[in-house]
């Protein structure tokens, strides 16, 4: 769900209520620049939507309280945060929650007028899905934050996933369509706030090949649509449909040979940056490669120099050719041939 190259020591998990799930500084490229960014993941009312087969944070929700003592809570950890990151350290704000900032709901008015001071004068980065994106309240959100610094200072984050409406329901349960996606860019550009696009690569019950190809069909359908891409490479979180699969055997996390395919082959620039990655749970090769890689595959987030996967792309290792036979043999909708 996010990229950053860096993480402090707030960066860990929380599980007090008063403070966010997770809170970071880092560097990203942003805009054709790379910025001081601070990243937010915010514990809230929960996701309205909460089916998605391979996400945990649906979990980091206020469980119980009256609506007052929802915006108590979101107040408390965005104090928390501007109290241990001081503005002048960071231009862009990211600000993720369990579901959706623009969903009345989960973020009731208060709680985010209360955000809008955290990202006040920042460029801001806000992850919500599709029918939240409503031009008035995108406008609303903006006036709270534009201080005349940024021509443009909101842009919304929407996890479309996959081009594929197939896909996306069966392989993701995410609810949405692609026609929905194209209103909320619309409702997005009419508010004057850009868009970045979340691809997944590698849901549940995908090849590796077919993965490979609704990553390159997924950028090519969207790309005229986003300011920024981002692909996340699937990593099995706890508690999710997709960790049930993983512990039977019948679900592999993506080679990072297949995220380096799928960004050489872009037209555009794409962020990456594999969570979880050279582990079992996340996309990861033999182990003896991985670390090279991954780290070709981050600097290229921030550099856009693709020199550098070519040339880890080249790397000699023997599981290059695992991965080869598994994109040749792999069957549609059968166990993974590896583990």
Not at 247 to 273: E, F, Q
Not at 325 to 335: D, G, K, R, S, T
């Amino acid at each position: 769900m996010y990229t950053s190259s860096q993480v402090d020591q707030y960066g860990m998990s929380s599980v007090s209520p008063e403070r966010p799930c997770a809170a970071w500084t880092g560097r990203d490229l942003f805009r054709g620049q790379v910025w001081p960014s601070l990243t937010v993941i915010l514990r809230t009312g929960g996701c309205a939507w909460s089916r998605c087969l391979m996400c945990s944070y649906r979990h980091e929700r206020y469980r119980s309280g009256s609506p007052e003592d929802l915006i108590r809570g979101i107040k408390a950890q965005v104090s928390w945060v501007s109290e241990r990151f001081p503005p002048g350290t960071y231009d862009l704000v990211k600000i993720y929650t369990s579901g959706s900032l623009f969903d009345r709901n989960e973020v009731p008015k208060e709680a985010l007028a209360s955000v809008a001071g955290l990202c006040s004068g920042k460029m801001v980065v806000a992850e919500t899905r599709p029918e939240y994106v409503v031009r008035e309240s995108l406008e609303e959100f903006t006036s709270l934050i534009d201080e005349g610094k940024w021509k443009s200072p909101l842009s919304v984050a929407i996890g479309l996933e996959t081009s594929d409406d197939s896909i996306r329901e069966k392989s993701i349960r995410k609810g949405f369509s692609f026609d929905q996606y194209l209103t909320a860019v619309k409702e997005a550009r009419s508010a004057g706030a850009g868009v970045k696009t979340y691809l997944l690569l590698k849901p549940l019950f995908l090849t590796e090949n077919e993965a490979i190809e609704d990553m390159q069909s997924s950028i090519a359908a969207c790309a005229a649509y986003s300011d920024v891409i981002s692909m996340n490479p699937c990593t099995v979180q706890r508690g999710t449909e997709m960790e049930r699969y993983w512990r039977y055997g019948a679900y592999r996390p993506p080679y990072l040979w297949s995220v380096l395919s799928v960004l050489l082959s872009a037209g555009t620039h794409i962020l990456c940056d594999p969570v979880g990655g050279g582990y079992e749970r996340g996309p990861h090769n033999c182990g003896k490669c991985d670390r090279e890689i991954l780290s070709a595959i981050r600097s290229y987030a921030t550099t856009g120099d693709r020199e550098l996967l070519r040339a880890v792309d080249e790397t000699e290792c023997r599981c290059r050719g695992e991965w080869e036979y598994v994109l040749a043999e792999e069957m549609p909708f059968c166990m993974p041939l590896t583990r």
